[in-house]
């Protein structure tokens, strides 16, 4: 399930909103609390890029497998994978003429231009 700007519980001391997060379950499994994890975790960014890089660590924390970083300020995609003692061990930049896969959904091929604004 995709939820657009919705927070995640993760038991820290807020709740961020990421700008998407993918979540497994249907709405129905959250109609009183927001999920606590996430299996795909997408923030776009451009005046709050300093701040998404930060929060890279609270999702690594908790140990959401993939944080894509939409940095619109340097024209790329930046993926986060591999969490581990808080911190992501893989982080990997791609630009406009390469492409990603989700890693719950190896078999889906997203071009890098088609998530940036055209010049």
């Given at each position: 399930m995709i939820r657009p700007r919705m927070p995640l519980a993760l038991g820290f001391d807020s709740e961020p909103e990421p700008d998407l997060a993918v979540v497994t379950g249907t709405p129905w499994d959250y109609p009183d609390v927001h999920p606590s994890t996430a299996i795909l975790v997408v923030e776009v960014s451009d005046s709050s890029l300093f701040?998404?890089?930060?929060?890279?660590?609270?999702?690594?924390?908790?140990?959401?497998?993939?944080?894509?970083?939409?940095?619109?300020?340097?024209?790329?995609?930046?993926?986060?994978?591999?969490?581990?003692?808080?911190?992501?061990?893989?982080r990997t930049v791609l630009l406009a003429g390469d492409a990603v896969s989700p890693l719950s959904r190896p078999e889906t091929v997203i071009p890098i231009a088609s998530l940036l604004p055209r010049k």
């Open positions: 701040l998404d890089h930060h929060k890279a660590s609270l999702y690594a924390r908790a140990e959401i497998p993939e944080y894509w970083l939409e940095n619109l300020v340097d024209r790329c995609l930046e993926v986060y994978r591999e969490p581990k003692d808080g911190v992501y061990t893989s």
